[in-house]
């Protein structure tokens, strides 16, 4: 598997997955029916914001992630990442390979920390992925997240320095 900077040209191999997962309504806080040009501006971030894929030998997109300041001005030395694995490569540590690859990118980048805001407390694969790169959850939001199964659940902060 290669990660690479995403291209404008790599969009509609990752639509298909990304409107799949924010369909499904369990793991991110986007509007359930975003459509393809929002999701498009909300994925493909400009500058100093990166977005990566992961791509087989034979062209397949099998997840991409974002990668962006956190937050603009005095903040923007923390960085803030998001990640979606095409549900057909589940089980081959597509999320792992990009967790890493974005973690040396930010610090590359000169990023002192990373933090994500909004990892729903439902979601085990993640947490336990993100806490075996090292994160901590630092923070905790109750109910602030309605999960189409299981109802209000909790959305989880995290935090890793770099």
């Known amino acids: 598997m290669e ?3 995403a291209t404008t040209d790599d969009w509609p191999l990752i639509w298909p997955f ?3 997962i924010v369909a499904a309504g369990e793991t991110y806080t986007w509007p ?3 459509d ?3 999701a498009r501006a909300m994925w493909l971030v400009p500058p100093p914001g990166r977005t990566v894929v992961a791509v087989d030998p034979d062209g397949t997109v099998l997840g991409s992630a974002k990668l ?3 937050q ?3 903040g923007d030395h923390v960085a803030n990442a998001s990640f979606m694995v095409a549900p057909a490569a589940a089980g ?3 999320g792992r390979a990009l967790g890493e690859h974005v973690l040396a990118l930010a610090r590359a980048e000169g990023y002192r920390a990373m933090q994500f805001n909004a990892v729903v407390a439902t979601n085990t694969r993640a947490l336990a992925l993100w806490q075996s790169l090292g994160f901590e959850v630092v923070g905790r939001v109750p109910e602030a997240f309605r999960h ?3 109802g209000f659940v909790d959305l989880l902060v995290m935090h890793r320095r770099l």
């Open 92 to 94: 081959r540590r597509v």
């Open 18 to 20: 990304l409107r799949e």
């Open 36 to 38: 393809e040009e929002r």
């Open 3 to 5: 990660i690479r900077a």
């Open 32 to 34: 359930r029916d975003v």
């Open 148 to 150: 189409p199964v299981r």
């Open 72 to 74: 603009l001005g005095p």
């Open 68 to 70: 962006a300041p956190n």
